[in-house]
């Protein structure tokens, strides 16, 4: 082996040297690049997660609703026989309407919140019962 073989193999060594250097950086890079793709995904999806799955919280009064349709039930019912089965018939009939179509409302209402009753002292709660009142009257 003369000279110019043995600075060949020099050569090619530091080259390796080299290409050994910069695969451990783009390797350092890569996983860097991978490691900070990963954080961001995970806090996206967390985000996401917690905003799909979070509930508004709102507040209903059903005695001041129970009270008012009281009212209009006792202005209807008052003049009439008590006594009389088909008055008592139709009284019933009418309450079960009103608790159905509370029921229907309350849970179309609640598909995406929490309802609690005025009772319960949440702060920054939506008050639902105009809302509800309203669908009530409406026929």
């Known amino acids: 082996m003369n000279n110019s073989d043995k ?3 020099k050569d090619k060594k530091s080259i390796t040297a ?3 250097g910069i695969f451990q950086i783009s390797s350092l890079l890569i996983v860097t690049a991978l490691l900070i793709v990963s954080l961001i995904s995970g806090a996206f999806s967390g985000w996401w997660f ?9 507040v209903i009064d059903v005695e001041q609703i129970v009270e008012k349709r009281k009212d209009e039930f006792m202005a209807k019912y008052s003049a009439r026989d008590a006594d009389d089965m088909a008055v008592k018939q139709e009284m019933m009939t009418d309450i079960t309407m ?3 179509r509370l029921e229907d409302i309350l849970r179309e209402e609640g598909k995406d919140k929490i309802i609690l009753t005025k009772g319960a002292v949440v702060s920054d709660a939506v008050d639902i019962t105009k809302t509800v009142e309203e669908r009530l009257w409406e026929k």
């Open 50 to 58: 917690a905003k799909k799955n979070s509930r508004q919280l709102v």
């Open 18 to 20: 080299v290409e050994r």
């Open 98 to 100: 009103f608790a159905q």
């Open 7 to 9: 600075k060949e193999d």
